[in-house]
């Protein structure tokens, strides 16, 4: 098996591709448009057992993948933090472009467990929602916190914490800001216009981000301290459980799976830092409420602390549990999505 490794950049990509001992064969740089991923298929041909390796930059590396899976390519993910050791680690110093390449294809070949990568659908569109979502929000939260300044400085009563989401609050402060002078209450008054407007956007968000969760991902939904946007980033960060060939593959992916840490004869875990972050503070999310609102998530944290762990000990035991069931749930969602498109076609033939 030859591994292809590319290090992306927007207008160029540059492939080196290893044998199975980590060995060297070649190495391509190619334009970032279609007809190089042509010729870098061609060039590729030589090695018919052969593999690429994408670091995971989606905007940077979605087109190449989408082309290489079309054209029935092998195709991973490889995590950029992989990639660091491995550079510290080679005998040529520097940093260029094949030595990045070379990097991430030796990551693939040291990680056989890596995600393939599969062609963007529904989950992508998910993901994009939720990422606009959270950018607006966050602009909201700035523009929030200046608005709050300028109304210390006109000696305008500042709203209560966490209510400058609400239209009521909104309407009211408006009508307090009007006659509000100079350069200060107009631009109080123009930070409280976009505030009402990315509110107006986010509730609309909301609304279409449950709506495709719900389709996408009925039984992820029916888990006990899952909302909407919680199910929405997992689905948009997994970008198809079918990726992971088992529940252990994917608790590794999302940094829920313990990390060994032994010495003699005594035997411990600690947290694993790897993994993708986002997917796990959405599993931090659920236990959290778990622990609030299930009873089972209860007592599955008391039988923990019983049995000698620490309350954070016994949060990483539980969000390895919820990253099991995810699976499962996931798993099922998509299997019965796929049977649905079977059963159509087979109706509609």
């Not at 670091?55 to 029935?72: N, P």
């Not at 079918?242 to 990390?259: L, Q, Y």
């Not at 993708?276 to 999310?285: E, I, K």
Request: hydrophobic residues 45%; glycine residues 6%.
């Amino acid at each position: 098996m030859v591994i292809l490794g590319a290090d992306l950049h927007k207008r160029t990509h540059t492939v080196v591709a290893i044998d199975e001992q980590g060995r060297r064969l070649g190495e391509l740089t190619i334009a970032a448009t279609p007809d190089g991923h042509l010729e870098l298929r061609r060039w590729a041909a030589r090695w018919p057992e052969r593999r690429f390796a994408l670091e995971d930059c989606r905007h940077l590396s979605r087109r190449l993948e989408a082309d290489l899976v079309r054209s029935g390519e092998s195709v991973v993910r490889v995590p950029p933090k992989l990639m660091a050791g491995l550079r510290r680690s080679v005998r040529e110093p520097g940093k260029s472009d094949p030595i990045d390449a070379l990097a991430v294809a030796r990551a693939a070949l040291a990680n056989p467990e890596l995600p393939a990568a599969t062609l963007d659908g529904a989950e992508r569109e998910l993901r994009l929602l939720v990422d606009h979502r959270e950018d607006l929000v966050a602009e909201r939260t700035r523009d929030i916190a200046r608005l709050r300044w300028h109304l210390l400085d006109l000696g305008i009563a500042e709203p209560a914490a966490r209510s400058l989401d609400r239209v009521r609050v909104q309407a009211e402060l408006a009508a307090r800001l009007q006659a509000a002078p100079g350069v200060v209450g107009r631009l109080a008054r123009a930070l409280l216009a976009r505030i009402s407007d990315a509110s107006a956007a986010i509730r609309a968000l909301d609304s279409e981000i449950g709506a495709l969760a719900r389709s996408l991902a009925p039984s992820l939904l029916a888990l006990p301290g899952c909302g909407p946007l919680t199910a929405a980033k997992i689905v948009g960060e997994s970008a198809g459980i079918s990726r992971f060939r088992s529940k252990e593959a994917f608790a590794r992916h999302n940094g829920s799976a313990p990390v060994p840490v032994w010495s003699g004869n005594v035997t411990r875990h600690r947290l694993s830092r790897g993994g993708n972050r986002q997917l796990n503070v959405a599993l931090h999310r659920i236990a959290i409420t778990q622990m609030r609102i299930d009873p089972r998530g209860r007592a599955y944290i008391a039988h923990r602390r019983d049995a000698g762990d620490s309350k954070t000990e016994a949060i990483r035991a539980l969000r390895r549990r919820i990253s099991d069931e995810v699976f499962r749930r996931l798993s099922a969602d998509e299997n019965a999505r796929i049977q649905a498109v079977i059963a159509f076609t087979a109706a509609a033939a």
